[in-house]
């Protein structure tokens, strides 16, 4: 190995990472904890061959390089957030020396260990809503007469009569299917505001449960069996205490916009990177 850089995974509480077991994020060197006055930060040694600002830039673009990497440094931040509080740091974070971390973090070291104190007990848990479009805008059409209706409206009021079925009042069945598909664009420019409508409703419901909350980004989504688009997606923060709470919450609020083609899924329990302060930028 060349030259060697300090690899951070995160800041905890003095003493917690003592004992731990788990392969760095190279896959082989220990991690270890820096004590910083009030906090420590848990870091292991990595080669700049590989992990230095050149390197990595081309790495970080290569998968097959960064999934496994970066599945170890989550699993090392788990386990320190199972022993204690923790402030999570993103993957990536390298500096040239064990002392220059220590000279960038000197000045944060309050609102480190701040930090540490708001979240110690509690736990980061996300909420994604998913709807189906096609039950949703069934759901729409069966609820507004309007939009039930206006395949019929299209049909009567927006076809050139040369492509009416002369035989019958009724329209021709291209004429039926063409209204259908106009119909079908009309609910369909309905679906998002009201998707966002619903978003709301449902933030509504849930933050007030929860001792803060902070919006996530929505994303295509597929899982479960189940093809859908997200439309709402939030990470809450929780005391451990009051978790199983707010999940039977979150269950009931989802029930209750089912038919309506919604659903709503939790995941954690996760270190809590949503509320995590940015602590520097490039300085790393």
């Known amino acids: 190995m060349g030259a060697e850089g300090t690899y ?4 905890t509480r003095p003493g917690a990472a003592r004992g731990v077991d788990v392969p760095g994020v ?18 292991s040694r990595v080669s700049l061959d590989e992990f230095g600002a050149t390197k990595a830039e081309e790495n970080t673009q290569n998968p097959d390089w960064v999934i496994p990497r970066a599945c170890r440094h989550q699993q090392v931040v788990r386990e320190l957030m199972a022993r204690s509080c923790v402030l999570p740091v993103r993957f990536g974070a390298v500096f040239s020396s064990e002392q220059r971390l220590a000279e960038i973090v000197r000045e944060k070291c309050r609102e480190i260990a701040g930090f540490l104190d708001s979240v110690q007990g509690k ?70 505001p009201w998707c966002r409508a619903m978003a709301e409703q449902v933030q509504a419901l849930l933050d007030p449960a929860a001792e803060a909350a902070r919006p996530l980004k929505l994303h295509a989504w597929s899982g479960s069996g189940q093809v859908g688009q997200m439309f709402f997606h939030r990470a809450y923060l929780l005391p451990r205490e009051g978790v199983a709470a707010f999940l039977g919450h979150v269950e009931r609020v989802g029930g209750t916009c089912s038919e309506q083609g919604l659903s709503l899924e939790t995941s954690g329990p996760w270190p809590p990177y949503t509320f995590a302060p940015a602590l520097w930028g490039a300085q790393a």
């Open 123 to 192: 736990e980061e848990w996300a909420v994604k809503g998913i709807v189906d479009p096609h039950r949703a805008m069934a759901w729409l059409r069966a609820q507004d007469p309007s939009l039930s209706n206006c395949g019929l409206r299209i049909a009567d009021c927006g076809l050139k009569p040369e492509i009416r079925n002369p035989k019958s009042e009724m329209p021709s069945p291209g004429a039926r299917y063409l209204a259908d598909r106009k119909a079908h664009l009309v609910v369909r420019e309905r679906l998002r």
């Open 26 to 43: 190279d896959g082989s060197a220990a991690i270890a904890e820096i004590e910083l006055g009030p906090v420590a930060a848990v870091v």
């Open 8 to 11: 951070l995974y995160c800041f």
